[in-house]
């Protein structure tokens, strides 16, 4: 768990304080708000591309549904597919980490060469590779067990699970250096004097050392994540319609910007929502940084 000093520090720091009340409100908004709102906002109607307004803060689109509504729902994806992923990234990032810097020798310089080889492999190729070749056989499976809520979402499923397996290289580059810096100190060698169990020495005396490091880079990968699905989105690649996420939003929006008229609203909400989002995250996790960086110096 983290020091209480280190989580103090943070509560001292004005832009980490204001970072972590944004981002838990853009959440609550984010999950609450289409279930808070009319249902009628998010359906087609003959208000199209009507400017913000009391009745539409953020007005409309090309088919008449409210921009506010849409930006709510596709910050539910957006944040969901960020969070899931960056768990995945942190699931195996972490483990991957803490078997090389622990094990060392050969075990440690084959597990990084696998590191450096994925390194190497084309972010965009490998998710294009998998949703062409798992989406339509996890709706079937999906379809058969009769889990329709994953047969709409298997796109998002396939997303979640990509974008984790990708992120988690520098996590596990992260934890291995700090691994093969901790496990000399004394509280390990005196833990295998006592003959417990390597599994027990990874998980109950290395893993909790590393907390805060994890928690940092963890607040790092969220945005990272959230940032290639809104690209894959706004290119067509990731979440497909009638489901929207910011990415898509902004793909929207940057179509209906035109010389003759600009509807500026569908550009400038979405994208506002997501970069004040990710700026919060890389501020809190820069706080995060420098209360452990002051602990550790």
């Not at 208000?47 to 088919?63: R, V």
């Not at 047969?151 to 093969?180: C, D, F, H, N, P």
């Amino acid at each position: 768990m983290l020091d209480p000093r280190v989580i103090q520090r943070v509560r001292t720091n004005p832009a980490a304080v204001v970072s972590a009340v944004f981002l838990a409100a853009m959440a609550l908004a984010c999950v609450a708000g289409p279930w808070v709102l009319p249902a009628s906002l998010g359906e087609p109607s003959p208000l199209q591309y009507a400017p913000p307004s009391w009745e539409h803060p953020f007005g409309t689109d090309l088919n008449g549904r409210d921009v506010l509504y849409r930006v709510l729902a596709g910050g539910r994806i957006s944040l969901l597919v960020g969070i899931c992923g960056a768990a995945v990234a942190l699931f195996i990032g972490t483990t991957w980490g803490l078997v090389a810097g622990y094990a060392g020798g050969r075990v440690d310089a084959l597990m990084m060469r696998v590191v450096d080889v994925l390194y190497s492999v084309p972010r965009l190729i490998f998710i294009l590779i998998a949703i062409n070749a798992f989406n339509a056989g996890l709706q079937d499976w999906a379809s058969s067990l009769g889990w329709e809520w994953l047969v709409g979402s298997s796109r998002i499923a396939i997303l979640v699970v990509t974008l984790g397996v990708i992120e988690w290289l520098t996590m596990a580059r992260i934890v291995r250096g700090q691994v093969l810096s901790l496990k000399e100190r004394q509280f390990v060698t005196a833990a295998l004097a006592l003959g417990q169990s390597h599994p027990r020495i990874l998980f109950r005396h290395l893993l909790p050392n590393l907390a805060g490091i994890i928690l940092i880079y963890l607040t790092l990968t969220i945005p990272a994540v959230i940032i290639d699905e809104s690209f894959l989105s706004f290119l067509g690649l990731g979440i497909q319609a009638p489901q929207a996420s910011w990415g898509s939003l902004l793909s929207d929006g940057a179509g209906a910007i035109n010389p003759l008229r600009s509807f500026w609203w569908l550009l400038v909400f979405p994208a506002a929502a997501m970069a004040s989002t990710l700026l919060a995250l890389n501020f809190l996790g820069d706080a995060l940084r420098d209360a452990i960086d002051t602990r550790t110096g």
